[in-house]
């Protein structure tokens, strides 16, 4: 019999995730605070509830981004096994089902919830003991945040030495500077686009988490903590529900220099 499946919160990257699952012939259960995001996806054969309780209670299996050792631990102590499988890959991943899924805990656990994950993923790793996810994601979002400072750097730059923009990305994008970053975000820029495919806020957060992890172990991350600072600009302005590739604001806010894309397109 295929697994129940609860998920908690429908957001950019929720909703996707959900429409995946139940595409996958899953039994779904899900919850969101704001009840009226929730509602096509009753339509679409997803039983809606309202509460996560109520999520845990009709589900085998819930996918929530709260996870933590400590709540790990709660739940062995109950008899819940917990795999804690943080995602990366954007809006468009979720909608695509091409999430790279990193998941923390038990083996076995994590074949049981291998089927859940193949539904919304495409690259899936165990990386370890309960919290590894977590960690792995947070490895993950210090490349995300250096890599949006170089390409936000490197727009200013061509910006400011008057060459054509959009020409510039597409030498660069094809040689050893190409990056899901500049492949993604970049034209965006140039399209003076900040929608999110993933609000830089809660980037700030994943950035805060591996700061505070980097100053348990005594490390010195300059560039993560150079991106934070960054970002903390951009949402003392009011700004945390843009896209990561809002980062460059910042950059043209220090050097006086606007991006905008050189073709009329």
């Known amino acids: ?17 959900a429409r995946n699952l139940l595409k996958a012939g899953f039994a779904l259960t899900v919850y969101n605070r704001t009840a ?23 589900a085998d299996i819930a996918i929530s981004p709260e996870v933590t050792r400590a709540v790990g631990g709660q739940l062995e102590a109950k008899g819940v096994a917990m795999i804690d499988a943080p995602v990366s890959g954007g809006e468009r991943g979720a909608i695509d089902g091409t999430l790279s899924i990193m998941a923390g805990g038990k083996p076995d656990d994590f074949e049981r919830c291998r089927p859940v994950f193949e539904a919304m993923g495409q690259k899936l790793v165990h990386c370890g003991p309960l919290g590894a996810g977590q ?9 995300v945040g ?15 030495s008057g060459i054509n923009t959009d020409r510039m990305l597409e030498a660069v994008s094809a040689g ?15 399209r003076r686009d900040f929608s999110p495919g993933f609000k830089f806020s809660l ?4 950035l805060r988490l591996a700061l505070e992890a980097g100053d348990r172990m005594h490390l010195s991350l300059p560039g993560l903590a150079l991106t934070h600072q960054l970002y903390s600009a951009l949402e003392r302005r009011g700004l945390g529900d843009e896209g990561n590739q809002a980062l460059v604001r910042s950059i ?14």
Do not use: Y
């Not at 019999?1 to 995730?17: F, S, W």
């Not at 960690?135 to 490349?143: A, D, F, G, P, R």
């Open 36 to 58: 009226s995001k929730a509602r096509d996806l009753g339509a679409e054969g997803a039983t809606v509830v309202s509460s996560p309780r109520d999520v845990a209670a009709a």
């Open 146 to 160: 250096l890599h949006n400072l170089a390409v936000s750097e490197c727009l200013v730059f061509a910006a400011a």
């Open 203 to 206: 980037q700030q957060k994943d």
């Open 135 to 143: 960690t792995v994601k947070l490895c993950n979002q210090i490349v």
């Open 176 to 190: 050893a500077a190409g990056s899901w970053a500049l492949t993604n975000l970049a034209p965006k820029v140039l």
């Open 1 to 17: 019999m295929a697994e129940r499946v609860g998920l908690i919160g429908l957001g950019i990257m929720g909703k996707p995730m």
């Open 252 to 265: 043209e806010l220090l050097c006086d220099v606007t991006v905008r894309g050189s073709d009329p397109a």
